[in-house]
T-cell receptor
Framework: KNEVEQSPQNLTAQEGEFITINCSYS?????LHWLQQHPGGGIVSLFM???GKKKHGRLIATINIQEKHSSLHITASHPRDSAVYIC?????????????FGKGTHLIIQP | KAGVTQTPRYLIKTRGQQVTLSCSPI?????VSWYQQTPGQGLQFLFE???????NKGNFPGRFSGRQFSNSRSEMNVSTLELGDSALYLC?????????????FGPGTRLTVL
């Protein structure tokens, strides 16, 4: 089973700050997922990436396959970015199905 | 296109009972995965179905089971409920098997066991 470590667990920042959340995993993978969960439970998939970097609006995700590490960045953070951000990788590594998750980063952006 | 739907949204049961949760994937999606989320353990993988076949299973006891129908709808069943089964149960669908595909999550079923 793939193991996922995510840091920090909690992060409070001021509006406008640059945010970085880190994720490391133990077994080689075909793709890594970044998810966002708002209070109430709904989970939204932000990124799925297997190499390099992806950008969507103010969100940027990078991955280093050799180092088994990924980062999620938020530029010009805003209070509406407050949520739990979760990193996920294939449960058994490789191309197997089902995901295993980090514990999540609880992000609060203060105005 | 309608998203992933889960029924019921909330459920209260007592210890020893059994429960069945339902998940309807996005139209055209054939893969359905189930997850359990608790404050202590976070999100954990239960099982994944594709074309009515279970392809992968997480580390849960045999009291947790599931199935998928020919229309891709899926159900999960928990027998002999325990207090620790209280959790948010999420399902997610994607078009095909294989992890290089975006998963779309349903709103979840919140199960409380008394």
């Amino acid at each position: 089973k793939n193991e996922v470590e995510q840091s920090p667990q909690n992060l409070t920042a001021q509006e406008g700050e640059f945010i970085t959340i880190n994720c490391s995993y133990s077994v080689g993978i075909s793709a890594l997922h970044w998810l966002q969960q708002h209070p109430g439970g709904g989970i939204v998939s932000l990124f799925m990436l297997s190499s390099g970097k992806k950008k969507h609006g103010r969100l940027i995700a990078t991955i280093n396959i050799q180092e088994k590490h990924s980062s999620l960045h938020i530029t010009a953070s805003h209070p509406r970015d407050s949520a739990v951000y979760i990193c996920a990788v294939p449960y058994s590594g490789g191309g197997a199905d089902g995901l295993t998750f980090g514990k999540g980063t609880h992000l609060i952006i203060q105005p | 296109k309608a998203g992933v739907t889960q029924t019921p949204r909330y459920l209260i049961k007592t210890r020893g009972q059994q429960v069945t949760l339902s998940c309807s994937p996005i139209s055209g999606h054939r893969s359905v995965s189930w997850y359990q989320q608790t404050p202590g353990q976070g999100l954990q993988f239960l099982f994944e179905y594709f074309s009515e076949t279970q392809r992968n299973k997480g580390n849960f006891p045999g009291r947790f089971s599931g199935r998928q129908f020919s229309n891709s709808r899926s159900e999960m069943n928990v027998s002999t409920l325990e207090l620790g089964d209280s959790a948010l149960y999420l399902c997610a669908s994607k078009r095909l098997a294989g992890s290089t595909d975006t998963q779309y999550f349903g709103p979840g079923t919140r199960l409380t066991v008394l």
